[in-house]
């Protein structure tokens, strides 16, 4: 079993960043993915951003593509959500997953694909 715990939430200005961490323990596995969903008031859970075991390999939704980054570092078990220029419709509660994965270079963009989850961090900008 895998616990992933989120950090970095908060109330942000529109405009401004935030970086958003989650660090996992427990179970170990050869490769696992890690990705960032987000859900927000009366929404369905969305795919934000993911991030291959290699590091090597990243997607976006279209929605934040060029506003936000996500790397990882191994060595902490913990991976990064960096957001800039922030939009009200970013307010949500984010949530980090991770997956084992048979390839290094391999992440998935669908939540159905994700095995463990975390609490949840909110993200709330303000206009």
């Known amino acids: 079993q895998v616990q992933l715990v989120e950090s970095g939430g908060g109330l942000v200005q529109a405009g401004g960043s935030l970086r958003l961490s989650c660090a996992a323990s427990g179970r170990t596995f050869s490769s696992y993915a890690m990705a960032w969903f987000r859900q927000a008031p009366g929404k369905e859970r969305e795919f934000v951003a993911a991030?291959?075991?290699?590091?090597?390999?990243?997607g976006y939704a279209d929605s934040v593509k060029g506003r936000f980054t996500i790397s990882r570092d191994n060595a902490k078990n913990t991976v990064y959500l960096q957001m800039n220029s922030l939009k009200p419709e970013d307010t949500a509660v984010y949530y980090c997953?991770?997956?084992?994965?048979?390839?290094?270079?391999?992440?998935?963009?669908?939540?159905?694909?994700?095995?463990?989850w975390g609490q949840g961090t909110q993200v709330t900008v303000s206009s």
């Open positions: 997953a991770a997956v084992n994965t048979r390839y290094s270079g391999s992440y998935y963009s669908t939540d159905r694909e994700y095995d463990y």
């Open positions: 991030i291959s075991w290699s590091g090597g390999n990243t």
